[in-house]
């Protein structure tokens, strides 16, 4: 298994890893909002280790018998909160690629440690003579297959629902659409159901700081007025510096900001109810009326409440000559992209009452 990540990756480097990766038949998986370093709809890719990895990826990152790291820094989030290798023996081959000398050996003492740049390690794995690759070339088909099947999301009863717009978006972004996130449960969204690649990119805080989104997005479409860029936020995160858009409004640009609104701090929410269910402290949040906000700033502004408003929505956004905020109003239980929030009460609830 390879898992790439961290930074200094060049458009050339993204093209010489992957093409190492598929030369030798690797799955290559990517450490936390590092997602656009191996085009996604390569067979080689596997999905992203990040907060909300899958179940899948992550057993079968512990199953694989070598994990090749290239630029990733094998830290808190990478290594499933340091479960997923043996500390210090990983338990398995590890080779570390990083281009700074402390990460390697910091945490787990890896098999061969390299210390290089991204496209400098790149160019050299991309002309190595590709090794038999026959033994695993199944073991890869299979994880891809599950990659696939979870970009799949069962259809939900809700009157919005966010895997079917999510589906929809990795259809209509083109290959070099701009998606920044801010930090919070909503970016599981499309952390899970977008596919990114170069000349694409996804601009995120990897140390998870809410407040990006917004400012990263204005930023990202000043670079390229050109493209299409489509910024992530929850409300509480747009709260903390969607005045940005004054910035978009005085530049005369604007990204499309998708404002997932739960009227919560939902990861915080997810939390109280993980470790102390029922108890709800302080992540109840009173919004303004979000596309009125917008529209203050001279944004559009638009309220999505069901699936088939979206597309218009987003339509009408991008023929916009500003920015646009499309909020959508979120059903509070959509959690996750895989649970809810009476499930993890339930099961919190459940585990308590086994301790008694
Ligand atoms: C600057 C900053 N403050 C606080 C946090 C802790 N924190 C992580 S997620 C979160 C709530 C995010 O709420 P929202 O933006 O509404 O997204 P949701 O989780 O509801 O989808 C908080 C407070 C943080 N990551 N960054
Ligand atoms: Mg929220």
């Known amino acids: 298994m390879m898992l790439v990540g961290g930074s200094g990756w060049s458009d050339n480097a993204c093209r010489d890893i992957a093409a190492f990766a598929q030369a030798n038949d690797l799955p290559v998986c990517c450490s936390f909002r590092r997602q656009d370093i191996v085009d996604n709809r390569l067979g080689c890719f596997v999905g992203d280790l990040g907060t909300g990895a899958s179940p899948s990826l992550v057993s079968r990152c512990k199953e694989a018998d070598l994990l090749l790291a290239v630029g990733a820094r094998i830290g808190e989030i990478t290594s499933q909160s340091y479960t997923l290798l043996g500390i210090p023996d990983p338990g398995k081959m590890l080779i570390h690629v990083h ?159 998708l404002l997932f609104n739960n009227s919560m701090y939902g990861t915080i929410r997810m939390h109280q109810e993980r470790r102390f269910p029922g108890r709800v402290v302080g992540t109840a949040l009173k919004n303004p009326d979000f596309p009125a906000l917008a529209r203050a700033y001279g944004a559009l502004g638009a309220s ?17 000559k500003g920015a646009a905020v499309i909020e959508l109003k979120m059903d509070p239980e959509a959690i996750t992209t895989r649970t809810t929030l009476s499930e993890i009460r339930r099961q919190a609830e459940s585990r308590q009452a086994a301790q008694v």
């Open 99 to 257: 281009t700074a000398a402390e990460e390697l050996g910091r945490v787990f003492r890896p098999s061969l440690a390299i210390q290089s740049g991204m496209p400098e390690f790149a160019a050299a794995a991309a002309a190595l003579p590709p090794v038999a690759a026959g033994r695993w070339s199944l073991w890869r088909e299979a994880v891809r297959a599950e990659y696939e099947s979870g970009l799949v999301s069962p259809p939900t009863r809700t009157p919005l629902d966010l895997g079917k717009i999510m589906k929809w978006l990795r259809d209509r972004l083109p290959d070099n659409a701009v998606v920044t996130s801010d930090a919070g449960n909503f970016s599981g969204w499309p952390n899970r159901f977008l596919q990114y690649r170069r000349p694409g990119r996804q601009l995120g805080p990897t140390s998870g700081a809410m407040g990006y989104g917004v400012p990263a997005a204005v930023a990202a479409k000043l670079v390229y007025p050109g493209r299409l860029v489509l910024g992530f936020c929850g409300d509480g995160g747009f709260m903390m510096t969607g005045q940005e858009l004054a910035t978009a409004a005085l530049e005369g640009t604007g990204p499309i900001i």
């Open 304 to 320: 999505v409440k069901r699936t088939e408003e979206f597309e218009a929505a987003f339509e009408e956004a991008v023929a916009y």
